[in-house]
């Protein structure tokens, strides 16, 4: 125990911290990009019409939450 205690105590450093990642707004060609994206119509292509409903996996998972007891076995002796 003593190890781990000396072996994460040499883990730890007075460095000074990493520098957290600078919000940015998005660039003009990025909002560009996105408005192309949007205004997009769906094609005639199967993968650009495809709708998810999440309904059905809520039904499923819902269900999931309550799983019944097991079955208790016979014993055929």
Avoid: W
């Amino acid at each position: 125990m003593i190890a781990l205690e000396r072996r994460v105590l040499e883990s730890f450093s007075d460095r000074a911290p990493c520098k957290t990642k600078v919000r940015r707004p998005p660039s003009a060609a990025a909002l560009a990009e996105a408005d192309k994206l949007r205004s997009r119509q769906a094609t005639g292509s199967t993968a650009e019409r495809v709708v998810v409903d999440l309904a059905h996996y809520a039904a499923v998972a819902e269900g999931l939450r309550s799983v019944p007891p097991p079955k208790e076995e016979e014993n055929a002796e």
